[in-house]
């Protein structure tokens, strides 16, 4: 199986500032990687696809890039709402695996 | 609006049976697979199985391959997960996923969640 491991996995930011949150897979998924956010009890929400195409209606603020093995997803100026745990997932074949998250959490 | 809607779990002993549905709405069910991906507190998300778009298809992770059965029925937009043989590990909150598109394992839009306990 694919290992994705995401760093760090917490994350103290205030709002406004630009955050960046690492994601590795342990051999080459091409592009095959997307980006989730969890908030507390509820389900993931889809926010990139293929490393860096954004989701119907997911703010601008929200970037990604990457390929390969290295990825990142990157929040410009941070949104009180963006407080929560984010996940990567690599979709290269159907043994899709997720990244342990990182939680996003006010400072 | 796509809904997803997760329902049948609830408290199994170890080696018991359940079976999750997740009835779908607000768009062709039949054009589109179908996913269910669990969370635990151990191993955080997980995949667990899919299923194509007319059911041909499936396709099971390691840990429930001969335990879990996924199946669907397009005349009622809805899929399912038979759960079998289960462990505690198993314990944790099951939740369908539709694909997007031809993308099988994109996981675009996501059921509430149906929290599945193990325990004697």
């Known amino acids: 199986d694919i290992q994705m491991t995401q760093s760090p996995s917490t994350l103290s930011a205030s709002v406004g500032d630009r955050v960046t949150i690492t994601c590795r897979a342990s051999?080459?998924?091409?592009?095959?990687l997307a980006w989730y956010q969890q908030k507390p009890g509820k389900a993931p929400k889809l926010l990139i696809y293929k490393a860096s195409s954004l989701d119907t209606g997911v703010p601008s603020r929200f970037s990604g890039s990457g390929s390969g093995t290295e990825f990142t997803l990157t929040i410009s100026s941070l949104q009180p709402d963006d407080f929560a745990t984010y996940y990567c997932q690599q979709y290269n074949s159907y043994l899709y695996t997720f990244g342990q998250g990182t939680k996003l959490e006010m400072k | 609006e796509v809904q997803l809607v997760e329902s049948g779990g609830g408290l199994v002993q170890p080696g018991g049976s359940l079976r999750l549905s997740c009835a779908a709405s607000g768009f062709t069910f039949s054009s589109y697979a179908m996913n269910w991906v669990r969370q635990t507190p151990g191993k955080g998300l997980e995949f667990v199985s899919t299923?194509?778009?007319?059911?041909?298809?499936?396709y099971y992770a390691d840990s429930v391959k001969g335990r879990f059965t996924i199946s669907r029925d397009n005349s009622r937009s809805t899929v399912y997960l038979q759960m079998g043989s289960l462990r505690p590990e198993d314990m944790g909150v099951y939740y369908c996923a539709r694909a997007a598109g031809y993308d099988y394992w994109l996981l675009q839009y996501w059921g509430q969640g149906a929290l599945v306990t193990v325990s004697s």
């Open positions: 299923i194509s778009d007319n059911g041909g298809n499936t």
């Open positions: 051999q080459s998924i091409s592009s095959w």
